[in-house]
């Protein structure tokens, strides 16, 4: 069973940037890639970005250009480096692997 730990959130003002890390333990054989999705307050989970284990990434149109999702060479730790950040950015960040979520880690973008 694969367990998925999120850090990096924070308070950042708009055009800040922010890390993102997700750490996974447990048996990975079964996991193809890995993902970050987002939920703002009122609403629904949305898919930011994800990334396979052969290194092809794809991202939200919202966040293209802004966002980078990468990996460690061990496959166990997800990055999503964030720049130039939006309020509309702000949102509770969940990384995920097939069906394993984490707890998430909140982003708040604001002045």
């Known amino acids: 069973q694969v367990q998925l730990v999120e850090s990096g959130g924070g308070l950042v003002q ?41 290194g092809s990434t ?3 149109d919202s966040v293209k250009e802004r966002f980078t999702i990468s990996k460690d060479n061990n496959g166990n730790t997800v990055y999503l480096q964030m720049n130039s950040l939006k309020p509309e950015d702000t949102a509770l960040y969940y990384c995920n692997a097939e069906a394993t979520w984490g707890k998430g880690t909140t982003v708040t973008v604001s002045s």
Do not use: N
């Open 14 to 54: 708009p055009g800040g940037s922010l890390r993102l890390f997700c750490v996974a333990s447990g048996s990975m054989a079964r996991i193809i890639g890995m993902a970050w999705y987002r939920q703002a307050p009122g609403k629904e989970r949305e898919l930011v970005a994800a990334i396979s284990w052969t």
């Open 58 to 60: 794809m991202y939200a």
